[in-house]
Each structure stands twice: as C-alpha cells, then as structure tokens.
C-alpha cells in the first residue's frame, strides 16, 4: 500500500483529513488487510479503496503449519503471478518471529541452499517486502494466535544485493506511526557482502546482523558459497571490524554444520582462529545450524558430531548456541525456501 498514492486518492475523493490516520490504524495497529472489513470507513469508500488498492499486493495460495504448530509456511502469489514464500516461527509466551523473503529466488547459488538452486527471477518491492509482515500479523490475530514481535530477513533472497528496497522496509517496520518494531527486534543475514554491512552499520546500527559464515576457510568456502570468491573471509572481516567498532553490537555467525566438511576439528581451528583474529572477538557470536536436506549432495552432522563440535569451540572460550530447526517438515526450514510452484498447482 502506497501510502502517499493513497493520500492523494483520499483528496481526490474529498475525504476529510482524519481518514488516512484512521486506514494507517486499521492496517498497522488492528491488522486489517482488507479495506472492506475496515468498518470505521464509510461503505462506499470501501469499495473504491478496494478496488484501486491492495493492502497486501498478494493473492495467498497455500498456508501449511506444522505438525507441532511452532512453525507455518505461506505461499503468496504477486501481481505477475510469481511465488514467494514467507515461514512464521514461534517464540517464546505466545510471540512469533516472521522470516521476510527479499527477492524471488537468489543470483548468489549457495549449493547448501534451496533457494540458490531455483536461481533468480527478481527483487522484491518493499510493498511486497512488508506486505509479508502484514500478512502474519493479520494471520495472528485473527486465529488469535498472538503478536508478531520479530523480523528477520533470512527468507529467499540477498537483502544487501535489494539494500533500495530493503532499506524502505526496514525504516518503516520501525517507524513508530507504521510498524513501530523496534530496531533490535529486526535481523538481516547476509552471505557476506561487504558494502552492504557497512550500510546496515551506518544507517540502521541497532539491527541485528548476521552472517552466513558456514566455513572459515576460504577454499571450502568458496566452493559452499561462490560469492566468497568475490568477498573472501578477510574482506568479510574487515567490513565486520567496521561493523564492530561501529555499532558495538553482537554479530551471529551462521554456521551450517555439514559431515565432513565443516564439522573437524580442524575446521574448528580456523573458526577459532578467524574469530580469534578480531579485536572485538566478544562481540562474535556462533550460531551452529542444522543442515536441513534440500537437493544437494550434503550430508548432515550427525548430533553427535554437532556436540564435539561445540564443545571444543566452548573450551578455546568462543560463544555459541545450536539453533535448533523448526518448520522441515513444510519445508519452511532455513535454505528449503524454493519460491517453487506447489507442484499440484497447474497455470
Ligand atoms: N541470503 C541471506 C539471507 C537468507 S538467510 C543469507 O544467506 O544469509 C537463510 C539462512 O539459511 C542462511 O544463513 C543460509 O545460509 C541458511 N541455509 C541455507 N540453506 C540451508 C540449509 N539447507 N540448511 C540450513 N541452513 C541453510
Ligand atoms: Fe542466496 Fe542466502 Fe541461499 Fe546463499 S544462502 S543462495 S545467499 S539465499
């Protein structure tokens, strides 16, 4: 919804001046999403704005919750009838977390990642962007669920290669006559590039940021992540050290943990090694993940192996927590979102 179209649509239509903050309060604060339900507004005036705007610019196809209805998975279909995906996650004491998409696929092609492997179609408006939070809110409150309380950008996509859009999005969800999160309730992940956090850092320094880090060594890295090729593991610490003295603000490295391949001893070593090589190394913070199947030839740490792992990353004192994966079985799990057509779908 475009706030400012919707401004001079109001005018146009002689609308007193009370009526836009009154839309702004039914949308951002009742969670409605759509005009027809809105009953302050006079019935007339609701079907015009029906008709010339959307509050979300989506039709939904698909809501699938999890068997333990800790984790749900929207398929919202664009205006150029294109999929995205967007997953709800419960918190703690009736609070969710919602994982933004910020683009239809991704040009990036992680091979861990599902999203990588469907390519890339496009960028995401941020209309379409917070048109996601809008979404679950108003999926929240109206099987009274509870309250959306976090955001996180580790949906399809790379918000810093969408940083136009998504620096939109941001400043709205934490506008206070908008959204009204707050900065710290926000999370963007990247796959490390650089200039984009050293964006976040100077512009929004209160947003949690976190990396995809998954390997500390640049070979094994790059044939993980080929963006690495482009950004290696010593430019990523350099825009991180800026990040750090910037912001003083913890920073989460994601790491997937694959057999093998991320999970030795030896690859500990170089995580270590890597973060022992910052001077604000407290502020780093490992998050070891999980790899959730997708088509890829990688085969998951076992829990054992995820548990030496740690363990040794805990002795030579580094701080870390296992993310534990909600949502597999809807495939609404990290690196799972495809952005595919449901395959009982047909044009
Ligand atoms: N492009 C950004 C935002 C996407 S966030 C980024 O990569 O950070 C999605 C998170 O899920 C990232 O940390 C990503 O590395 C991780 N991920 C991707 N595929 C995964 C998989 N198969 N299993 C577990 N995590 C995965
Ligand atoms: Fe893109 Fe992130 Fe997936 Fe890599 S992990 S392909 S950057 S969405």
């Not at 030579?316 to 779908?345: F, M, Y």
Request: aromatic content about 10%; proline content about 2%.
């Amino acid at each position: 919804m475009n706030l400012s179209e919707l401004n001079y649509f109001l005018t146009d239509n002689k609308q007193p001046n009370f009526r836009l903050k009154q839309i702004i309060n039914a949308v951002y604060k009742e969670n409605y999403i759509n005009f027809n339900d809105i009953q302050v507004l006079p019935i007339d005036l609701r079907d015009k704005l029906s008709e010339n705007f959307d509050i979300i610019p989506f039709t939904i196809d698909k809501i699938l919750k999890s068997k333990d209805t800790l984790s749900y998975k929207a398929l919202l279909i664009t205006a150029d009838n294109k999929y995205i995906e967007t997953v709800l996650i419960a918190a703690k004491n009736n609070t969710w977390s919602a994982c933004v998409s910020s683009q239809i696929g991704c040009k990036l092609g992680c091979k861990f990642c599902a999203t990588g492997n469907s390519g890339f179609t496009r960028d995401l408006s941020a209309e379409e962007i917070l048109g996601q939070v809008l979404f679950w809110k108003n999926y929240l409150s109206s099987n009274k669920l509870g309250k959306l309380t976090n955001i996180v950008y580790m949906g399809m996509g790379e918000p810093f290669l969408n940083w136009n859009n998504v620096s939109i999005s941001l400043k709205k969800l934490i506008d206070p006559g908008l959204f009204d999160f707050s900065s710290r309730s926000i999370s963007v992940s990247t796959s490390g590039i650089t200039d984009g956090i050293i964006k976040l850092a100077n512009e929004f320094d209160q947003v949690n940021l976190a990396i995809s880090l998954h390997s500390a060594n640049d070979e094994t890295r790059s044939k993980l992540m080929p963006i690495n090729h482009k950004h290696n593991l010593n430019d990523l610490k350099q825009a991180l050290d800026y990040y750090t003295s910037k912001t003083n603000r913890k920073v989460f490295l994601e790491y997937i943990m694959l057999h093998k391949l991320t999970d030795t001893t030896e690859d500990a070593d170089n995580l270590i090694n890597f973060i022992n090589s910052f001077e604000k190394k407290h502020l780093l913070h490992v998050n070891l993940i999980s790899y959730n199947t997708t088509a890829s030839k990688y085969k998951a740490s076992t829990k054992d192996e995820i548990e030496k792992f740690q363990t040794y990353l805990q002795k030579n004192k580094i701080n870390t927590t296992t993310r534990k994966s909600l949502g597999n079985e809807i495939n609404g799990a990290c690196g799972q979102l495809s952005g595919n057509k449901p395959k009982d779908k047909t044009d």
